[in-house]
């Protein structure tokens, strides 16, 4: 079974950067559509970003939403099993919980991790 393990959240200003990790044990993450998603407080989740496998068609190809891009990318390392959100040009609205999906035949959700972004 998959599991997703998130980390790399925390406070920053407004127009800082983090750098969200899902690392990946029990099975290779390479193999798996990968999505980042955010839930902001009283919000309902929404898709941030995602990668495809790298197997796949498309082979690694990624897409965002309106709201974040060009200012998130996202990337793999299959050699640490871990898929990153690089976040710059932090605005408070990107304040979330934010959650990472491996996507295959079953859907697998980490805990998330926690960006506050303050004014």
């Known amino acids: 079974q998959l599991q997703l393990v998130e980390s790399g959240g925390g406070l920053v200003q407004s127009g800082g950067s983090l750098r969200l990790s899902c690392a990946a044990s029990?099975?290779?993450?390479?193999?798996?559509?990968v999505a980042w998603f955010r839930q902001a407080p009283g919000k309902e989740r929404e898709g941030v970003s995602c990668?495809?496998?790298?197997?796949?068609?498309?082979?690694?190809?990624?897409n965002y939403a309106d709201s974040v891009r060009g200012r998130f990318t996202i990337s793999r390392d299959g050699a640490k099993n871990t898929v990153y959100l690089q976040l710059n040009s932090l605005k408070p609205e990107d304040t979330a919980v934010y959650y990472c999906?491996?996507?295959?035949?079953?859907?697998?959700w980490g805990k998330g991790t926690l960006v506050t972004v303050s004014s």
């Open positions: 990668i495809s496998s790298s197997g796949s068609s498309s082979g690694g190809s990624a």
């Open positions: 999906n491996g996507r295959g035949s079953v859907d697998y």
């Open positions: 029990g099975y290779t993450l390479d193999y798996y559509d």
